[in-house]
Each structure stands twice: as C-alpha cells, then as structure tokens.
C-alpha cells in the first residue's frame, strides 16, 4: 500500500509567531441545551435554540470541568432516526468541528452509544463510557469542507443505542487555508484520533496558545527523559502549531533509539493523515535521526534545526497498535526528540443530495406548519437517516423518488417548491389537513402515483396533472377542488383516479 503514501517536510516559514496574545479564532459556538448567552473566557458561547427545534434541554447542578458542560441537549431513542443542529457557514470555508460530551445520567447509569454525522456522511461512533467513569467530558473533532452556506451535525442512534443520545456543546471554527491542505477536501474528511504535545504533563493545550483552539494534549507519562525547550527559536511554521507545543520536548540523552506507542488505542484498517512536530533545543548539535512507523521508513536522515521542522503523510495506511521508532543516524552524537504530533483518520465523504431535490424538500418543509421533527440535514444521506417518508435513489447521483407523508397530521400548503423534485415517481400526502391550491406538477416527469385525498386543498382542478405522460394513478377526493377533471385525464386513468363527483 506504500504506492497511497506522500511524506512532505516543512522548515523555516516567512510569517514569525507572534509573541502577543492572538485574536479569538473566528468561531461559532454552540452551549447545547442553554437559554441564554454566555461569556467565557472572553468568548461568546449562544444557546442552541436558533440552530435545532427538538430534543429535551436539560441542566444538572453537579460541579463540571466548563460552564457549558452543566447544560446538554437530549433526544428520544428513535432507530433510524437523526437529530440536526444546522448552522451558517461561509461556503468552501475549512472548519474544524468539534463536539463535547458529558454525560448527565443518574448513579449506575452508563452513556449511551451512538453516531454522529456532518451533513450526508458518517463521522464517527461517540462512546463516553470511559471518560464518564474517570469523571471526564468527552471531545470529539475533525475538519471539514463547507459546501453550502449551512452544515449540520447530527446524532442517530445505532445497534448499540440504549438510552437517549445527547449532546453538551458544539463548536465550528474557521481554519487557515493552509492547515491540512494536502487533503482532498472535495472526496475526504479527517476524523481526529490523537493530539499531543510531547514531554508535556501540564494542562491541556489550546486558545490562546492556539490561534484556531485546537486540544492538545499532554503526553508526559513514562517518558524517558524530560527536556525543555528553552532555546527553540521557532520562527514560523506551516499548520500553526502553538509555541507551546515546541517548550518541552520528549527525548533521550544518550544517541540511542527511542520508542513511542502513539496513537495508544489501536487504529481500525485505513488511511491517515500523520504530522510530526520537531524544533532543536541548542544551535550546536549533530542530532540526526531517523524515523520508523511500525517498521516502515517514515524519513531518513532528518536533522532539525532550532527553527523548527514539520513532517506529514497524507495517506498513510494503518491498523491495529501504532509503534514509532526515532533512530539516531550514523554519526549522530545526540539522542532523537520530537515535540508534537497529530494523527487523523481520512474518512470519505458520503455524497450530498442533488441540490435541486435540497430546494424542493426545504421548500416544501417551510410550507408545512408541522414538518416532521427530523426534516434537517441531508434529506438522503446516510441512507439508514435518511428524512421521515422519504425515499431516495443509489448511485453518485443522489436524488428524492419517493415521499410518503399519509396519515402525518401535516397543516400548512404544499409548496410550488414540489415541483423541483424532478425525479419524484410517488407522492404521497393523504389524510393530512394541508390547504391552498395544489401547484403545478407537470415538471415531474417521473410521477406515477400521486394521493393529495382527505385533505382541504381549494381552488381549481390542476389540470396539469393530464400533462404527466407516466401518471398511473390520482386520488383527489375528499378536498374543495372546482371545475372538471380533463377528459384525457379519465380516459388514461379510469378506475385509478379518484375525485369527488363535482369533479368526475
């Protein structure tokens, strides 16, 4: 698989660190289940009330880690059903997601499992049961492309769902444009798996230390030997790690090899994105090593200078336990060090909803006065979430063949908007309490079964529908529709089309 790999190295940069602190990131961030706004740390976090119409808000009184851990959001355990938060976003903007955890349930009572999901395509499963019983909050993150000016972040639950998934805060931060820009944004996501700063026993890392409030975490424990950068001179560096990062360092004071199991959980079968972290603690070294990830050559020979370097592999691929090994290289008189790293799985991205299928169903929704709770975030995808009643086709090409919506105690009208479902075969909205005129539909060439019956739609007979060459089947009775139906209509149809006898 080594024909998937790409390895740059990156040095000196043109833009210094500055040593003042930086301006908050430009962010959107979301204190799930709150009412009200909240200043913290000098940062504005809004309640969830503009950005979701469902679940249960609740409070605990407990002592938490962060204000906004004492607030989350929950909702009902539905199989197959998705839960959205829909926020703007600047379109083909890079933003780092990040999702936060803690769990609010009673004594004995374990978190539940479940999925969340950015627009159509599955992120990760979310299992708190271990930080919970440290009395940890949980954090999950990646990066993704924008490719409206709105994402969503769903939660669904899967087959290992037990009680009510749940949600403490949502964050979306802009990114640089040249952070992780090796990926292929428009097939690929990145799921974060570790983020560390190495030799560091402190606190977690992050705004202000990181302009974009990227975690990173401390890795001190059972470290050979613990240095501190001082002497680094970091000038610049692409992907903006924090200064911080490069003031300790993991390493070994005698030219001899140094062995690190990072990640520390095993890593299923797939492609990740690896950046390594490096800066020289003293300008008079001959400290030259090499690099091995689980005996494969990572880079040989790298000598790095106190202006720092960074090395990355885009498509590296993994599984299991992960072993990096730094090897002094012929000559060297020193030991190896690193000083940070971050590791991220590249997830696919599954696909979005022809956008003509978007503006329909989104118009249709803002039509209904009751749309039904789940209508948010991708109409179709994962194709296990997809929306109440609607049905959609394979293939690359996604796109809405079917609502079924009968019985759904719907009000409202039903919107011209319809008509943008173009390959739509079956609708059907029966036994609701819609009204107003029933639109043109004789753009939706595909259509072979329409039932509008039992409903209070007006206004005259749509004639239109005797323009749609596949339509096998009308129903329409049971409404306060004027005028005839057309006589081609009735003889194409016969017994399959069903009016008032006003209308017959």
């Not at 139906?485 to 017994?495: D, E, I, M, T, V």
């Amino acid at each position: 698989m080594l024909c998937f790999l790409s390895l740059l190295l990156f040095t000196l940069s043109l833009t210094p660190f500055s040593l003042s602190q930086p301006p908050p990131p430009r962010a959107l961030l979301i204190n799930c289940g709150a009412t009200t706004q909240t200043i913290i740390s000098g940062r504005l976090w809004l309640p969830d009330t503009d950005f979701i119409t469902t679940g249960t808000p609740i409070n605990f009184t407990q002592n938490v880690l962060h204000p906004t851990l004492s607030t989350v959001r929950s909702f009902p355990l539905l199989p197959q059903r998705k839960f959205c938060y829909v926020v703007p976003v600047y379109r083909t903007g890079k933003y780092l997601v990040r999702t936060s955890y803690y769990y609010y349930g009673g004594s004995g009572e374990l978190p539940p499992v479940f999925d969340q999901i950015v627009d159509g395509s599955f992120w990760s499963v979310v299992n708190t049961t271990e930080d919970y019983g440290r009395g940890d909050a949980s954090y999950y993150e990646g990066v993704f492309l924008a490719t409206g000016k709105s994402m969503s972040v769903c939660l669904a639950s899967n087959v290992y769902t037990t009680s009510d998934p749940f949600i403490s805060g949502l964050e979306f931060v802009l990114l640089g444009e040249s952070l992780y820009n090796s990926t292929d944004f428009g097939n690929s996501s990145l799921r974060l798996v570790a983020r560390h700063s190495f030799g560091y026993n402190g606190s977690m890392i992050g705004y202000p230390d990181d302009q974009f409030d990227r975690y990173w975490e401390p890795y001190g424990e059972n470290t050979p030997t613990l240095s501190k950068g001082a002497n680094v001179s970091i000038d610049g560096f692409w992907n903006l790690p924090p200064r911080k990062v490069f003031q300790t360092q993991w390493t070994v004071n005698q030219p001899r090899s140094m062995e690190i199991a990072w990640p520390l959980e095993p890593l299923r079968s797939s492609v990740y994105y690896i950046a390594l972290y490096f800066a020289e603690d003293t300008w008079a070294s001959s400290r030259t090593f090499n690099i091995t990830i689980n005996n494969v050559t990572f880079y040989d020979n790298l000598r790095v200078p106190p202006t720092g370097v960074a090395l990355f592999a885009n498509r590296w691929p993994l599984s299991g336990l992960t072993k990096i090994v730094l090897t002094p290289a012929s000559g060297s008189t020193l030991g190896p060090l690193i000083n940070g790293g971050e590791i991220f799985e590249v997830i696919p991205v599954g696909g979005r909803t022809h956008t003509r299928d978007l503006i329909g169903l989104n118009g249709l929704k803002n039509g209904f006065q009751n749309p039904p709770f789940d209508w948010n975030g991708d109409p179709c995808l994962p194709k296990e979430n997809s929306w109440t009643g609607v049905t959609c086709s394979n293939g690359s090409n996604i796109r809405v063949t079917g609502l079924n919506l009968t019985g759904m105690n719907l009000s409202g009208s039903l919107s011209p908007n319809v008509a943008n479902l173009t390959a739509l075969s079956e609708l059907w909205l029966g036994n609701n309490n819609l009204s107003g005129s029933i639109p043109d539909l004789s753009t939706l060439r595909m259509l072979k079964t329409v039932h509008l019956e039992d409903n209070r739609f007006n206004g005259p007979f749509p004639s239109s529908l005797a323009n749609i060459d596949r339509l096998q089947e009308l129903y329409l009775q049971s409404n306060n529709l004027t005028g005839q139906a057309p006589s081609s209509l009735k003889a194409k149809l016969g017994s399959n089309l069903m009016v008032d006898p006003q209308n017959s």
